[in-house]
């Protein structure tokens, strides 16, 4: 009976992959539709993917560097705050932006998906795609910095896609869970962005695993984001560490969040257009 069920997800992923590929002119339009709407007319354009998570940062570090007097330890991999902050915040807004984007996406496109035979399932995958844009923006902006403060960029930073495909995985599972169901249960809106803000301070952004207790750390390592977070670290500045186990733990997650995510869609995409 498992054996059969399983035969079966990989089946419906394997056709949802085909469908994606398939339309993937059509993604491309749709990503570039969502970056011309969210900067055509604007006067800073796209820089305003720059300015946003900047602001951010420095609010951040003026807050607990300057004001809290934070202070990071040896394990940290520099003595430079913004630049350890940089590298903790840029996977977390590419997170939770493309999931609070992606909770409304196919309410605001319901005339796409009620008048015509539309993929709906590429509404989400193409503010993933849009979203990583952006993301690769910030990239050139912790490369200049970790170049700037600790003069070097080691080889390790070649992990760095791997995280940000693993990453992508676990967002695309969650982002077709919530933009599906949001369209019969509208409150879902607001338990993710509750959600959001409470995972924000969970994860060891703002501050290092160390300061928590250790018999709540394990609490941690139930968080996937936690693995993201340090890897991004660690690839970034350049830290001796082993990679292998929380990148297994995030491919496990990305997987299983992906078929989760496309098995939803799928089984509630008929009834898309009736209800809208």
Excluded at 120 to 134: A, V, Y
Excluded at 154 to 160: D, G, K, N, V
Excluded at 207 to 214: C, D, G, M, N
Aim: hydrophobic fraction near 55%; glycine fraction near 6%.
């Amino acid at each position: 009976m498992f054996l059969t069920r399983l035969i079966s997800l990989k089946m419906v992923a394997l056709r949802f992959v085909r469908e994606v590929i398939s339309n993937r002119y059509m993604l491309k339009c749709l990503v570039i539709r969502d970056l011309k709407s969210r900067y055509t007319g604007s006067f800073l354009g796209v820089f305003w993917a720059v300015i946003h998570p900047v602001i951010t940062v420095i609010t951040y570090t003026f807050i607990f560097s300057f004001v809290l007097k934070a202070r990071l330890g040896p394990e940290a991999g520099t003595k430079s705050f913004l630049l350890w902050l940089l590298c903790g915040l840029a996977p977390w807004l590419y997170f939770a932006e493309t999931v609070q984007r992606n909770v409304q996406i196919l309410i605001e496109n319901k005339m796409l998906i009620t008048k015509s035979l539309f993929p709906s399932e590429l509404l989400p995958l193409s503010i993933l795609l849009s979203n990583m844009l952006n993301h690769a923006i910030m990239f050139g902006i912790i490369g200049v910095a970790a170049v700037i403060i600790t003069k070097k960029l080691t080889i390790l930073i070649l992990y760095l896609p791997v995280y940000i495909f693993l990453l992508s995985l676990l967002i695309m599972g969650i982002s077709w869970m919530v933009s599906s169901m949001n369209i019969f249960l509208r409150d879902i809106g607001q338990v993710i962005n509750v959600l959001i803000g409470m995972w924000f301070f969970y994860t060891p952004i703002v501050y290092q695993p160390a300061a928590v207790p250790e018999g709540l750390r394990i609490l941690l390592k139930l968080n996937p984001m936690y693995y993201v977070v340090e890897g991004y670290r660690l690839s970034l500045l350049g830290i001796e560490q082993s990679h292998w186990k929380g990148m297994l733990l995030l491919f496990i997650l990305g997987v299983a969040s992906t078929v989760a995510g496309g098995f939803i869609f799928k089984r509630l995409k008929p009834d898309f257009a009736e209800v809208l």
